[in-house]
Nanobody, 126 residues
Framework: QVQLVESGGGLVQAGGSLRLSCAAS????????MGWHRQAPGKERELVASITNGGSTNYADSVKGRFTISRDNAKNTLYLQMNSLKPEDTAVYYC????????????????????WGKGTLVTVSS
């Protein structure tokens, strides 16, 4: 299993910046893709950005050009740099880490599954 702890959320003014962090612990050797999702009040959770173990990134259209996802495998940490924040970005942001089954290390990595953090609130004021 992988445990995740998000940090960096808070209140910022429109146009400001914020960096979210997600520290992973546990069976981190099993981690493949990592990403950020967000959920605004009354809306469904949506993908914000993701990054593979090879460094390939994917972004929601609404954040392209403003957000940057990155990962530090040595520290088992995922980041989301958010610039030019808008009130529409207000949401609870969740860290998502996918673990992948390993046939080589099947005892350590026996399952394909998604791990979720408890979320961190980002509020952008106008």
């Amino acid at each position: 299993q992988v445990q995740l702890v998000e940090s960096g959320g808070g209140l910022v003014q429109a146009g400001g910046s914020l960096r979210l962090s997600c520290a992973a612990s546990g069976d981190t050797i099993c981690i493949s893709t990592m990403g950020w999702h967000r959920q605004a009040p009354g809306k469904e959770r949506e993908l914000v950005a993701s990054i593979t173990n090879g460094g390939s990134t994917n972004y929601a259209d609404s954040v392209k050009g403003r957000f940057t996802i990155s990962r530090d495998n040595a520290k088992n940490t995922l980041y989301l740099q958010m610039n030019s924040l808008k009130p529409e970005d207000t949401a609870v942001y969740y860290c998502n880490v996918r673990t992948q089954r390993s046939y080589i290390n099947s005892r350590t990595c026996p399952y394909d599954m998604d791990n979720w953090g408890k979320g961190t609130l980002v509020t952008v004021s106008s």
